[in-house]
Each structure stands twice: as C-alpha cells, then as structure tokens.
C-alpha cells in the first residue's frame, strides 16, 4: 500500500515455470498488496507452481495470446479493488525490485504511467521511461507500444 492507495501485481505469463519462483520471490511485499497471475494456457507446470507459492492464478482454458491475457490480468486488478496496478512478466524480463520506485510515482500523482524502456546504457542497469499523458484514455495505447513491465493507474486502462 502506498499512501493507502492498493497495489496489485499482475503476472501474465505463458509457460513460465523456470522463471516464476524468482520473479515472485523478489516481489517486495512491503509495497505490494496482491499478486495476480494469468495463465494462457501454459503447456508446462506454470499454474501448479503459482498455486503452490500461494499466487492468485487465472488460467485461460486456451491461448488467447498476449493482448488477452493483459486485458484480463487489468480486469482481474481492478476486481481486487487494485488503485495501482503493475503489470511483471512472469519470465523475469525485469527485476521485481524495480516496483517501488515505479508504484510511488504513480502515488504521488505526478504521473499516469511508468514503463521501463529497454535501452541499455553502458552500466547495464535499464533506464525508465516516464509519461506524462494529456489524456488518461492514451495510456493504454502508450504503453502497448512499449515491452516490458508497466505501472498504472487502473481507471484509466479499462475505459
């Protein structure tokens, strides 16, 4: 909780069994209040690994492909009653550690979103990019156009 505004995590993943137990443990719960995983139809042990580690799991009974399991993953949020939602791909394309800066910039209302760009720098360390958007109905247009992991506000995801 930030500023007693909910944060919830959510996991989209698709076969991710190596990955997901690194990713979740590295989740720091001092910010996070919830943690959702989607499962589009993962052909390996990806949902009994979420369960066993104690993860909301929602399983899509076929692949519906990426753009479904995001949509899902915010609804998902949103039902969990989420204020901030962080969107973290369960194959550990990021470090988890990253959540707190991202979640308190949306806390203090400075910003309607934040998404780390892959560029590089010659530290190796990922540099964030940072929205100020005009419109609250660009932020899911924006973010589509960016890989990785995303933070937002959920009322504007979902219009």
């Known amino acids: 909780m930030i500023g ?58 076929r692949n519906l492909g990426y753009g479904a399991n995001q949509k899902t993953c915010y609804r998902a949020a949103l039902e969990r009653g989420a204020d901030i939602v962080v969107m ?30 892959r560029c590089w720098r010659r530290s190796r360390r990922a540099r964030l990019g940072q929205f100020r958007l005009r419109r609250p109905d660009a932020v899911a247009d924006s973010l589509c156009r960016v890989p990785g992991r995303r933070a937002h506000l959920p009322g504007e995801v979902l219009s």
């Open 88 to 117: 973290l791909h369960a194959d550990y394309q990021y470090t988890p550690r990253l959540i707190p800066a991202m979640a308190y910039l949306l806390g203090s209302g400075e910003f309607d979103a934040r998404s780390p760009a």
């Open 4 to 61: 007693n505004k909910r944060v919830v995590v959510v996991l989209p993943a698709y076969n991710a069994e190596r990955t997901l137990e690194q990713t979740y443990r590295e989740i720091p719960f001092d910010v996070v209040d919830d943690v959702i995983l989607i499962d589009d139809a993962s052909a390996d042990q990806t949902v009994a690994l979420a369960r066993r580690l104690g993860i909301t799991t929602i399983v899509h009974e």
